[in-house]
């Protein structure tokens, strides 16, 4: 009989909204709200919090791709961040684009990242305090990074490719529509601009909210394995992908199988389905 | 050859002259062109604060009310007409918790900026002003239902416009 694990592996990547009340104002933390509603932020946010925009902070406004390292240390230094500072993510949406940003901080070499358990909506439905104050922290001199961690924790197109023709483990996130093929949009969300839809061929379906409870926090790590590794076959020490529409929701399911289930070599494929439904020459799958 | 000095968009395309738009709507449209981009998101989220106050209120009756939830949207949006003896619109807006923060400024300023417009001028209201108001910074694939608002009350206004020829017609 299979047991399973009582712990996260890494509990210390989370942090509970009745803790961080309490160490709001403590030292060596940075507390980052990223949100998909873009103007959320300015509507109110935990006090201290600072914002990280997942497109025009983080992404690269000419190119596909993430900000250079010299942006990335410009970024940090404006929010007074240094590379001993912990920063705790949260956000809207159940933390998407909260896992989405620190998923970029670790492709920058920053090590210490946490989530808040439950994200914005936890946080506020519990009527802990928030401000529509901007705080201003000193400028730091955070280094240039002198590498991206491109190779152990981001897939390309490729990549995923040889993924899919060597049968090894693909994790779709998104809805079981959109990876039957039914839609090619997020049910609520406008069509982001996907020729076809389905899924990459061999990939399993395990929606990202598989991963949460109805509050937005995090399933028992008992639980996740028996979702992740039962259902979907995964295993510790086996290359595994996931990807979404973008690469937010499988920053999701990307934290939770480095962070809380400690599996080692998970990649977030950030092309994901808008870039391999449009891809000429990409082999798709329909309803299965 | 004369050549047009109006206003052009991004992509260089003449935009409607300010006359296009209702005098209220032009004036919002004016306002948020001469902010900077600090100030315009405070502008909107000023106006998403003010967008519960669009909601229909106590004893108030209207010729039209379309509450929905419509695939592309986060939550039901509502929207309730009423056409005065001038022919005058006044429109009301619900929006569920789920909407997003751009979407309710949106809300709240049409529904400010149309106000006593006619049903015809509404429908006939071109959409590029929404930039102009947002900014470009802030339109986003994600961030479409901001049209999806303007989409509505033209709606709404087109099936009342078609109901009063029907009525004509018989």
Redesign the interface.
């Known amino acids: 009989m299979a047991t399973y694990p009582t712990q996260y592996a890494h509990p210390e990547a989370l942090v509970e909204t009745d803790w961080l009340e309490k160490h709001l104002k403590d030292e060596g933390i940075r507390i980052v709200e990223s949100n998909?509603?873009?103007?959320?932020y300015?509507?109110g946010h935990l006090p201290g919090a600072v914002h990280i925009d997942w497109?025009?902070d983080l992404q690269d406004s000419i190119i596909r791709d993430y900000i250079s390292p010299e942006k990335f240390a410009r970024l940090c230094g404006r929010h007074g961040i240094t590379p001993d500072t912990t920063c705790i993510f949260y956000g809207d949406k159940a933390n998407w684009w909260a896992c989405y940003a620190l998923w970029a901080f670790r492709l920058f070499g920053h090590e210490n990242v946490k989530i808040l358990n439950g994200g914005r909506d936890k946080w506020k439905a519990e009527q802990r305090p928030m401000t529509r104050e901007v705080p201003k922290y000193p400028a730091t001199n955070y280094p240039v990074p002198k590498k991206r961690f491109d190779k152990e924790i981001r897939a390309f197109f490729d990549e995923a490719l040889t993924h899919s023709k060597s049968s090894k483990p693909l994790i779709d996130v998104r809805s079981p529509g959109e990876y039957k093929g039914e839609i090619t949009?997020m049910?609520?969300?406008?069509?982001?601009?996907v020729l076809r839809g389905g899924h990459i061929p061999g990939a399993k379906s395990m929606p990202w909210k598989t991963a949460t409870n109805d509050d937005a926090t995090f399933k028992p790590a008992d639980e996740l394995a028996k979702i992740y590794l039962d259902q979907c076959g995964v295993k510790p020490g086996t290359d595994t992908i996931v990807y979404c529409r973008i690469g937010e929701r499988s920053s999701h399911t990307w934290f939770v199988l480095t962070y809380l289930l400690g599996l080692d070599k998970v990649r977030n494929y950030d092309g994901s389905w808008t870039e391999w439904g449009n891809k000429v020459g990409a082999p798709i799958e329909k309803s299965v | 050859m004369s050549r047009s000095c109006g206003k052009l968009d991004e992509a260089g395309v003449a935009l409607p002259p300010d006359g296009a738009y209702p005098a209220k709507l032009g004036n919002i449209i004016n306002l948020f062109e001469s902010l900077p981009e600090d100030e315009r998101r405070e502008t909107l989220v000023s106006y998403a604060d003010n967008a519960k106050n669009q909601e229909p209120r106590a004893r108030e009756k209207f010729d039209l009310a379309d509450v929905r939830k419509d695939e592309e949207c986060m939550d039901t949006v509502g929207v309730y007409l009423h056409v005065d003896k001038n022919g005058k619109a006044h429109i009301r807006m619900t929006l569920g918790p789920e909407v997003q923060t751009l979407t309710r400024s949106m809300t709240a300023i049409l529904c400010k900026g149309l106000e006593g417009s006619t049903p015809q001028e509404i429908l006939d209201l071109p959409s590029d002003f929404v930039t102009r108001i947002v900014g470009a910074e802030l339109v986003r694939v994600r961030s479409q239902t901001i049209y999806y608002v303007l989409t509505r009350i033209k709606s709404i206004c087109k099936v009342y416009l078609d109901r009063q020829r029907m009525a004509q017609v018989a």
């Open positions: 998909e509603d873009i103007l959320l300015d509507t497109r025009a949009h049910p609520e969300y406008p069509q982001e601009g």
